[in-house]
């Protein structure tokens, strides 16, 4: 009986502990969430606040002490997540910078590389142009040079040195000018004409007797030129119908042994023009183009026409020499029927002779 009765006492005690042991249970529970509560409002310095001894060898004895460590580790993961979250935010603002930054480079780069690819393809658009208004201009021609067309109307548009500039007038009237290219005024160079300019192509010593030292005489001088004369004419016939010849005895290095070929038609002058260039004669190479003369008389020097030019072959306006037998001697048409280049013919010859001489003496 007593075991049977002891049994009930037994369990009404394990249950009144089990009450007890319930009570605490919440009571704790209770705490802690208080706890957790204040410590999501209240901040927290984790430095000042010392940490339980977590020695699992040691049982805790007072809740409190557990409690405390609870909250401690709590509030450390509050914090650490705070940290973390932070920091990735930071990281993040960090990331969107470079990648804007980076994004940036990428459309400087293809803008470049649009602009780049841009050019290229003006550039092609233009050269293919070019091509395509050449092959135009190629086929005119040689209609043209068949007699079967007209002369193509690009050509008759000149070339200008520095367009927009005052034109130069020692290249307009003699088609020479000292400066050349490095000329500040403009040079205005028609694409065809009637007259033909062979740059440099008599040359004698003694266009270079300033320079060279060497003595000669006129007659000898005079000579050479008719036998140049002759080759050139013969040559030059093949080509058309000429009108004149004329070379200059100037020494100026942009002037000597110039001479100009005048055509009856711009037909037969760019038929020479095609076939002259980049020829040779006497080991040099021909340089021709077409010349802005049409007049000689504005061209040629009056004063060593009249006897008068004391710039000798430096002088800037042509100082001719005489052709043999007067031959393609003629004058431009703009110079009239009374050409005073014709008239002075004996003249310039005298001249010639008596500049000569000074020179020589
Ligand atoms: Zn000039
Ligand atoms: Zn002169």
């Not at 005119?140 to 007699?147: M, V």
Request: glycine share 4%; hydrophobic share 30%; charged share 35%.
């Amino acid at each position: 009986m007593q075991n049977i009765l002891a049994k009930p006492q037994e369990n009404s005690q394990l249950k009144r502990k089990s009450h007890k042991q319930w009570r605490k249970e919440v009571k704790k529970l209770r705490r802690k969430k208080i706890r957790q509560k204040e410590a999501q409002t209240k901040p927290m310095i984790l430095e000042d606040i010392p940490l339980p001894d977590s020695d699992d060898s040691i049982e805790p004895e007072d809740s409190e002490q557990r409690l405390l460590g609870e909250e401690l580790w709590l509030r450390r993961e509050l914090i650490a997540q705070k940290v973390f979250r932070e920091q990735k935010r930071k990281k993040e603002e960090i990331e969107a910078v470079k990648k804007a930054e980076k994004d940036k480079i990428q459309r400087e780069f293809e803008l470049r590389e649009q602009r780049y690819q841009d050019k290229i393809n003006e550039k092609k658009r233009l050269e293919e142009e070019a091509q395509r208004e050449w092959d135009i201009v190629q086929e005119q021609l040689t209609n043209f040079l068949e007699n079967k067309g007209r002369v193509p109307e690009k050509l008759l548009v000149p070339l200008e040195s520095n367009p927009g500039k005052e034109e130069c007038s020692f290249f307009l009237k003699t088609n020479c000018c000292r400066h050349d290219l490095k000329c500040l005024r403009n040079h205005k160079r028609p694409q065809i004409s009637k007259v033909l300019l062979l740059k440099n192509f008599y040359s004698h010593i003694s266009l270079e007797r300033a320079e060279t030292g060497i003595e000669f005489t006129y007659h000898d001088v005079l000579n050479d030129y008719y036998q140049f004369f002759e080759d050139i004419s013969e040559e030059l016939e093949k080509f058309g119908e000429i009108i004149n010849i004329r070379t200059c005895g100037n020494t100026g290095i942009h002037m000597r042994g110039n001479v100009f070929v005048e055509f009856e038609s711009m037909r037969n002058a760019m038929n020479a023009y095609i076939n002259l260039n980049g020829r040779f004669y006497a080991g040099k190479q021909i340089n021709a183009e077409f010349s802005t003369i049409t007049s000689w008389k504005a061209a040629v020097c009056g004063l060593a026409l009249h006897k008068k030019c004391h710039k000798g072959g430096s002088c800037n306006f042509l100082h001719l020499f005489p052709n043999p037998r007067n031959k393609y001697s003629q004058p431009c048409k703009g110079d009239g029927r009374t050409d005073s280049i014709r008239s002075h013919k004996g003249c310039e010859f005298l001249l010639l002779i008596i500049v000569f001489y000074l020179n020589l003496f």
